[in-house]
């Protein structure tokens, strides 16, 4: 167990729809990541979240948003799914530094 | 744009043997590098980093080496092992930021035969 946990693990939803996933970060970590890997694909870095204010986005499409919450978790809206969109998920927290980075296991979606 | 390159999908080497795992990056404003490693059904897992200022790092069976000039890294696993099996990504960040996000490549996987 990484200390950062991610929910659901594993979420099947159709085109069109709208689904929320999930990050807890290590605790004492105030810095969360998202990240995206799609087939063959690297990890895509998404946006970063450090103590409730966005500090830093990168390839995120405008039908996606997230928000820190006081608690310091996270959550990841996406609307308006594409097929396109099936992937995995990661969340992933710092204290500071790149190798403080700690990922959860990951969310796979799954559009259909 | 890729920044960062593993150009080998998979690699397969004999238990005891050296593993040697290739990146290669364009952006010359990266200043730090990371190698992570990932099982099926897991997060990925920080395995070891080196900074710019160096050419070499060492954690036990694992050292990095770093070619600034050549824009290159390298993850050596010496001796490998079986449960080194795994997927492998290079990943890099501009530290002069005030974020630390990564830049990864598309990984290489690993299969260790015993």
């Known amino acids: 167990d990484s200390g950062v946990t991610q929910t659901p693990k594993h979420l099947i939803t159709a085109t069109g729809q709208r689904v929320t996933l999930r990050c807890s970060p290590r605790?004492?970590?105030?810095?969360v990541y998202w990240y995206q890997q799609s087939l063959d694909q690297g990890l895509q870095f998404l946006i970063q979240y450090y103590n409730g204010e966005e500090r830093a986005k990168g390839n995120i499409l405008e039908r996606f948003s997230a928000q820190q919450f006081p608690d310091l978790h996270s959550e990841l809206n996406l609307s308006s799914l594409e097929l396109g969109d099936s992937a995995l998920y990661f969340c992933?927290?710092?204290?500071?530094?790149?190798?403080?980075?700690?990922f959860g296991s990951g969310t796979r979606l799954t559009v259909v | 744009d890729q920044q960062v390159k593993q150009n080998s999908p998979s690699l397969s080497v004999q238990e005891g043997r050296i593993s040697i795992l290739n990146c290669d990056y364009t952006?010359?404003?990266?200043?730090?590098f990371l190698w992570y490693k990932k099982y099926p059904a897991e997060g990925p897992t920080f395995l070891i980093s080196i900074s710019s200022i160096k050419d070499k790092n060492e954690d036990g069976r694992f050292t990095v080496f770093l070619n600034k000039s050549a824009k290159h890294l390298s993850l050596h696993i010496v001796p490998s092992q079986p449960g080194d099996s795994a997927v492998y990504f290079c990943a890099a960040s501009d530290s002069g930021g005030s974020n630390y996000k990564l830049t990864f490549g598309k990984g290489t996987l690993l299969t260790v035969n015993p």
């Open positions: 992933a927290s710092s204290v500071q530094g790149a190798s403080g980075y700690t």
């Open positions: 605790s004492g970590d105030l810095s």
């Open positions: 952006n010359s404003m990266f200043d730090y």
